[in-house]
């Protein structure tokens, strides 16, 4: 029997709730493909501060780099807001682990299933059909950049710096992704960054540019303004295929697009490497304002799960079968996020209880 290693790191806020739904398809998983998962838990963020004060310990680091596949759950909270630290607060945890394990292609796929299409906070007719691919830089970018901190200012005052920076190769490796995601879905990548301002967005088009011409002339490229990129988002986000972007970009505008898909806890994704366990976690965050209440929608890490198996454990035909349960089951069941009338409304388990009938 195939043994697959797979790290769980449900982290914070609703973290653990919705990991528990991912636990249960995992379970339905092992029986239905004749696989196991040898699962570890660990902790990340700011359970993991408590605990031994770091948000990721070097153990932890050390067995999720020894797994197959890591899904996590999510980090942060109001506790841990008034920390100046920034190595100690719950994020630098999740960043450590992307970076240690040089996770720099993030996909974040923001897909409108047919049942949430009156879900979204735009008409039917903008969303229908929606399948845009966000291929997100993730390693690099102003959430590494040095120098960063606050500083005291000669003069009086303070000054908060973080630096924005990006060099050819980083730009490239990324974009080789985007360009390949689209030779296998419609063959259009947007490009965005600010060329317009930062210098870092001028060689970001350069590159790009040059590696489109010299490999990749059979994919459609637009370079777009990230500005112009939002707002064409709600304009008319049909016209997108796959978004190139940075780390901040497409941190701001993969959480933008999740509204298009019917909310924040629909959005899978997964972070990839070359050749290392990839990472697979929802895009959204901890959700204090729900957290400890059992209504967090589990979709979303759900769907990163079915990522996992799709990217790390070679589960393709198991993938799909996740994926289509989700959509079934959104005929019938709803969090509070996506409820609307005519649906039965119900919490973080009658939802993963509703994915689980449709598996059969
Ligand atoms: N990857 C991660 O672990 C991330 C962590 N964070 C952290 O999470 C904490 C909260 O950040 P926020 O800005 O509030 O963003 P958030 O993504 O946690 O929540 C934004 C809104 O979306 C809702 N929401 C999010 N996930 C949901 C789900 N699965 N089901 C139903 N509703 C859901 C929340 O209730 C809230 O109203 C912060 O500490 C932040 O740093 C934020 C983003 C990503
Ligand atoms: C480090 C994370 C909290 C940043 C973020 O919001 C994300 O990657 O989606
Ligand atoms: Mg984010």
Redesign the pocket.
């Known amino acids: 029997m195939t043994t697959h290693k797979v790290m769980l790191l449900p ?5 653990p709730e ?1 990991m528990a739904e991912v636990r249960r398809v995992m379970g339905w998983i092992e029986g239905a493909y004749g696989v196991s998962f040898d699962v570890s838990e660990g902790l990340i ?1 700011g359970c993991s501060y408590e605990k031994f004060g770091h948000p990721l310990t070097d153990d932890t680091l050390a067995q999720a780099k020894a797994s197959d596949a890591i899904v ?7 506790q ?2 008034g920390k100046t630290d920034y190595d100690k ?3 630098a945890g ?1 960043l450590r682990l992307r970076k240690d394990l040089d996770l720099f292609a993030n996909l974040r796929p923001a897909m409108c299933f047919d049942a949430l299409a009156d879900a979204s906070s735009l008409k039917r007719e903008y969303v229908a059909g929606l399948d845009i691919l966000f291929v997100r830089e993730l390693a690099g970018g102003v959430y590494f950049g040095e120098p960063r901190g606050i500083e005291d200012l000669p003069g009086g005052g303070r000054v908060g710096i973080n630096t924005q920076r990006y060099t050819d190769q980083e730009i490239i490796r990324i974009a080789r992704v985007a360009f390949e995601m689209a030779r296998k879905r419609n063959g259009l990548v947007h490009s965005a960054e600010k060329a317009n301002v930062m210098e870092s967005g001028l060689l970001w088009r350069e590159e790009v540019t040059k590696l489109h011409a010299a490999e990749y002339s059979d994919v459609k490229l637009e370079h777009i303004l990230a500005d112009n990129c939002a707002m064409q988002l709600v304009k008319n986000p049909k016209q997108f295929d796959v978004i190139l972007t940075d780390n901040l970009f497409g ?1 701001l505008l993969s ?1 933008a697009a999740a509204m298009l898909t019917g ?4 959005l899978p994704s997964a972070s990839l490497g070359s050749g290392g366990p990839g990472l697979y ?10 957290a400890g209440q059992g ?7 759900i769907l990163s799960f079915a990522m996992a198996l799709r990217y790390s454990l070679d589960m393709g035909d198991a993938a799909d079968k996740v994926e289509a349960a989700v959509s079934k089951a959104l005929d019938s069941a709803r ?3 996506i409820w609307a009338d005519g649906f039965e409304k119900v919490g ?1 388990t009658g939802m993963g209880d509703a994915i689980l009938k449709t598996l059969g």
């Not at 996590?72 to 109001?78: A, D, L, S």
Request: aromatic share 2%.
């Open positions: 982290g914070d806020g609703i973290g919705i963020g996590m759950g999510c980090v942060g909270g109001p841990w807001d607060r719950p994020e999740l941190d959480d909310s924040l806890g629909m976690e929802p895009v959204h965050g901890s959700a204090p304002d729900i209504i967090a929608n589990p979709i979303a890490a969090t509070g996020d973080t």
